[in-house]
């Protein structure tokens, strides 16, 4: 009797179901090399459209900042970007949205305006800095409207 019973209890725990796979640690890849050398490169490319776009040259300007838009999309489509990584971020939509103001474009510049809005509101923990960055998106957002009304 008592092995019929040590032998239903094998049996019964054989067809229990697998226990479910351990999860790896996903890898942070905000430490990842890529990562850190994107922001920069990001970095340089607005500081230099903003020399472009101040010196009259709004066509180079346009291209570097085009070409940063792939930058921009691969540093935001991680979990949980760094603080530099949004300011990169927005300072490449800031100099953009200034550009399309400069050419008249208000809704599409207001837009680019308003992502920095909810970046800046939405960031924690809030700093002085990025409480002077979403002052700056909201008085270009008060500009686009003056032009729209």
Not at 25 to 53: F, H, I, N
Not at 100 to 116: D, E, I, T, W
Request: charged content about 20%; proline content about 7%; some cysteine.
């Amino acid at each position: 009797m008592r092995s019929l019973l040590v032998l239903s209890a094998v049996l019964l725990a054989a067809c229990s179901p697998a226990p479910p796979p351990l999860e790896k640690a996903k890898a942070d890849p905000t430490a990842e090399p890529w990562y850190s050398q994107t922001v920069d490169q990001l970095a340089a490319m607005t500081r230099d459209a903003g020399k472009l776009l101040g010196s009259g040259q709004s066509d180079q300007a346009a291209a570097i900042i085009t070409q940063g838009q792939p930058l921009l999309n691969r540093l935001l489509s991680v979990p949980h970007p760094t603080l530099a990584a949004m300011e990169g971020v927005s300072d490449l939509d800031q100099l953009y949205g200034q550009m399309l103001l400069g050419n008249h474009y208000y809704g599409s510049a207001r837009l680019l305006f308003q992502k920095n809005v909810t970046r800046w509101r939405t960031w924690k923990p809030q700093t002085p800095e990025t409480a002077r960055r979403l002052k700056l998106a909201l008085s270009a957002i008060a500009e686009c409207d003056r032009h729209i009304e």
